[in-house]
Nanobody
């Protein structure tokens, strides 16, 4: 079992920045690839980005490329999502997730463990 806890969400004005953290406990964090997803009201859960276990490979959804950056610190069992140039359409609940599967990071159904989510609200 892996337990994931997101933090860092909140209310920010358009153009601002936030950094989300995802703290993991349980099994060895460095064994898992990590993903960030978001879900806005009335919409499906959307892939934001992901990072492989070593940190050497990342991937991002088209809507956030160039604005968001994912990183991880395996020594701290934590993954991060740095969000810059935020837009009102980035408003959603953000979830981190962990998986062992080596398939592409954007495959939502591959993820074995999910956090409870953290709300991000971007005002215009």
């Amino acid at each position: 079992q892996v337990q994931l806890v997101e933090s860092g969400g909140g209310l920010v004005q358009a153009g601002g920045s936030l950094r989300l953290s995802c703290a993991a406990s349980g099994r060895t964090f460095s064994y898992y690839h990590m993903g960030w997803f978001r879900e806005a009201p009335g919409k499906e859960r959307e892939f934001v980005g992901g990072i492989k276990w070593s940190g050497g490979t990342t991937d991002y959804g088209d809507s956030v490329k160039g604005r968001f950056t994912i990183s991880r610190d395996n020594a701290k069992n934590t993954a991060y999502l740095q969000m810059n140039s935020l837009k009102p359409e980035d408003t959603a609940v953000y979830y981190c997730a962990a998986k062992r599967s080596g398939r592409p990071l954007e495959i939502k159904d591959d993820y074995d463990y999910w956090g409870q989510g953290t709300q991000v609200t971007v005002s215009s």
